[in-house]
């Protein structure tokens, strides 16, 4: 009897033993991704949260002032302008990339010579870094050198050189020209590839029923990309709401503040300004919106994984 | 049952356990292995590592010769001394201030670092500044004795925080072939200016007030600033801790600034695009006819467009209503030790800046910058026999620095920072508002500023 109860506890307790050493060995896996986490994402995030509530300048310490610089933000002239600058890019830019980058999947959707080059050819904005294409286009909106000015004034077209960067009606369209120029080639190939997903059969049996070009666009295409529409928007608007090189570059938030946003006047106000305990306050305003946006990308996803 | 202890031990087979077990381990090691680079810095921090190795920055500026000349002398120090020289060379706005705010924030500052003077001014309250009196007194014995500016700036508190290297001025740069050709002469007022800007210029091809309506182009807020001292205006009184912004003379200022000077239509359509480059640009491409600018531009000129250099004429900006005119002098740049730096580089670092004052390195430098010394002896030198570039020398013994009435300090520098004449002019300007809106807003930015540092 002893003899049978010894090997059973032995089992139990190696049992026991495989198991807490199963365990060990996976939080020892799941550690370095951890700590990234939490140096990278955790830390950053929190600090910047307790910065936004103190008037720290760098390199000095600083006291907590409360709510003190969402106060401030919030009266300051120019922020109502600021968060509309922001999402009137975000919103309009992606409007347009989506118009444009659908029309141009539909085309290359098409058998045509030269189509494969064409493919390539169209992906160049968005492979090239940011900086280069947004210097590159201020070079070209230049006042009295810029591309744009000199063919307009040797066509006889305008008389001088027009401020594409330097005045309140221009600016902000030029800003979301240079957005859209970068960011069209990730929604044509989006849909491209989604288009390339739908069913022939679809369209042929379509056709056999008499529908034209429009109706078999309305209700078997775009019913098609329905997914792929809702991500790249999604993604695409919370990249360019979070941009930063387009406005700094081009405008610099200029002229004033006609161009101003959020990202660029983090920048002005906690580096060149020093003060990064109201610069913290700014991102942290428009937080809400942003993991609102988050949260509407990741259901989606999730919904469509488990469908 | 027995173990049959004769029985050949099995061979061990490839379980999960042990995969699992060997990522495990390889995770860690790879973990360890990544921090190992941080570690060996903090060793060479604590004196564990040889200490041949020396950071230093340099700030690149619009004379790239000069730039080469200095690191040049920074390459030849190096290896007199045996040195390992990380050198950053990068220009002022808005790389090497950036890395500059970066590195005084977490305290890990380069071991050398060259530093304008209004960042001397900005940074002191962080305390990273390494006391260099005895250094200061040395240098300013052997070479004549420190001008004004390079003395005020150095000084706080009584102490030197940093070795001046060069004091900048802006001056006017007028195309004198243009004037000439029609008739007209240098202006000795504002309003003289306004209506010769208007007959000289020949819209679109060239325009007469190359000055930038930019908030990203800090050049104009010292023009301005001192255009606006001309009308008797001031952000601060004479101890620099009042804010005196809101004023007739200030409203009197921003009146002529937006309905005179701007609807003459004398700027250029895209001053208000422009950055700190814009200004030289638009020069040295003969489509302004006029700026307000240090001496780079004469520089380039001599290799690139003597004729352009020669059609220069160099004067101080003109005088505004209470009959003054007023030009600016700051330390261009200055050598500054920190306090994080080990003692034997710092040692190292006294040693560099004493052996860059010497003639042999000194000399060969200014004649290719666009500043002035910030010592007697070296005004003795050639260059400043030339008629253009005494106007620069004559401005830096001579001109207003930072917080102009009152002395330069930190508060004045954050204020600086803001750029905040060019953000009133613009708030009148681009957003319509009143002078008085924009006079009050302006007060009370100032204001904000200088309460965090007098009560």
């Not at chain 1, 936004?52 to 302008?81: C, E, K, Q």
Request: aromatic share 10%.
């Amino acid at each position: 009897m002893a003899n049978s109860v010894v090997p059973a506890r032995r089992a139990q307790a190696t049992t026991r033993g495989w198991r807490a050493r199963e365990s060990l060995i996976g939080y020892l896996l799941v550690l370095p991704i951890i700590l990234l986490f939490l140096g990278l994402i955790a830390y950053p995030f929190f600090n910047a949260i307790w910065l936004s509530v103190t008037d720290r300048i760098i390199g000095s310490g600083g006291n907590f002032v409360g709510l003190r610089n969402y106060l401030w933000l919030l009266n300051w002239p120019d922020f109502a302008l600021m968060f509309a600058n922001t999402w009137t890019i975000a919103i309009v830019g992606v409007a347009i990339k989506f118009c444009v980058g659908l029309g141009l999947a539909l085309v290359m959707n098409e058998r045509f010579f030269g189509r494969g080059l064409l493919r390539g050819v169209l992906l160049l904005p968005w492979a090239l870094p940011t900086f280069v294409a947004v210097l590159t286009w201020r070079w070209l909106f230049e006042g009295q050198s810029g591309v744009f000015n000199v063919i307009l004034q040797s066509l006889g077209i305008t008389s001088g050189p027009v401020p594409w960067l330097g005045s309140t009606t221009f600016a902000l369209p030029a800003v979301i020209t240079v957005v859209v120029w970068k960011g069209f080639p990730f929604f044509a190939i989006g849909y491209l590839a989604g288009l390339q997903a739908i069913p022939q059969e679809l369209y042929e049996a379509a056709h056999v029923d008499g529908a034209n070009a429009i109706q078999r666009f309305r209700h078997i295409t775009l019913p098609g990309l329905r997914h792929v529409i809702m991500i790249t928007c999604l993604l695409s608007l919370i990249w360019t709401s979070n941009s930063f090189e387009f406005v700094y570059l081009l405008t610099g938030g200029g002229p004033s503040n006609r161009t101003q946003v959020f990202t660029v006047m983090t920048y002005q106000l906690g580096i060149q300004n020093m003060r990064i305990g109201e610069a913290a306050a700014v991102p942290l305003m428009f937080l809400p919106i942003l993991a609102g946006l988050i949260v509407l990308v990741t259901r989606y996803i999730l919904r469509e994984e488990e469908g | 049952m027995d173990r049959n202890p004769s029985a050949a031990t099995p061979t061990r087979k490839l379980s999960r356990r042990r995969i699992l077990r060997s990522g495990a381990a390889a995770a860690s090691l790879t973990a360890i292995a990544s921090l190992l680079p941080v570690a060996g810095a903090g060793c060479s921090q604590i004196g564990l590592a040889p200490k041949k190795k020396m950071t230093v920055w340099i700030i690149r500026s619009f004379a790239p010769p000069a730039d080469e000349v200095l690191l040049g002398h920074v390459d030849k120090w190096g290896k007199e001394k045996g040195l390992d020289l990380e050198v950053v060379a990068e220009i002022e706005e808005p790389t090497l201030n950036q890395r500059l705010m970066a590195a005084v924030e977490s305290k890990q500052l380069p071991d050398i670092c060259e530093i304008s003077g209004g960042r001397i001014t900005l940074h002191y309250p962080a305390k990273v500044f390494e006391d260099v009196s005895a250094l200061y007194a040395e240098i300013g014995k052997q070479y004549g004795g420190w001008f004004k500016v390079a003395d005020q700036t150095a000084t706080i508190d009584g102490k030197q925080w940093a070795i001046p290297f060069s004091i900048d001025s802006s001056l006017m740069h007028y195309r004198k072939d243009i004037l000439d050709k029609k008739g007209l002469k240098i202006p000795e007022t504002w309003d003289e200016y306004v209506e010769t800007m208007k007959k000289a210029q020949e819209p679109p091809k060239t325009y007469g007030a190359g000055i930038a309506l930019s908030k990203g182009a800090t050049d104009c807020e010292g023009t301005f600033k001192l255009m606006m001292y001309s009308f008797g205006a001031t952000w601060c009184d004479q101890t620099g801790q009042k804010i005196t912004i809101n004023s007739a003379e200030t409203r009197k200022f921003l009146d002529f600034v937006a309905n005179t000077m701007y609807k003459a239509g004398i700027f250029p359509p895209d001053a208000m695009s422009w950055d700190n480059a814009s200004n030289n640009g638009a020069y040295q491409n003969e489509t302004a006819i006029t700026v307000h600018n240090p001496a780079s531009i004469l520089v380039w000129c001599l290799d690139n467009k003597p004729e352009l250099g020669r059609n220069t004429a160099i004067a101080g900006l003109p005088k505004g209503p209470t009959g003054k005119s007023f030009n600016s002098a700051g330390v261009r740049v200055g050598w500054a030790i920190f306090n994080t730096t080990p003692k034997d580089k710092q040692d190292l670092a006294a040693d560099w800046i004493k052996w860059v004052y010497q003639k042999e390195q000194y000399e060969p430098w200014i004649a290719k910058a666009f500043a002035a010394p910030p010592v007697a002896k070296y005004e003795q030198m050639e260059v400043w026999k030339d008629p253009q570039r005494a106007g620069f020398l004559e401005a830096a013994k001579t001109g207003i620095m930072g917080g102009y009435p009152g002395p330069l300090t930190p508060a004045s520098a954050e204020l600086d920072s803001r750029v905040p004449t060019i953000s009133m002019i613009l708030r009148v300007l681009v957003d319509k508002w009143s002078i008085d809106q924009a006079v009050e807003e302006a007060e009370k930015v100032a204001k904000d500023i200088y309460g965090k540092y007098y009560k």
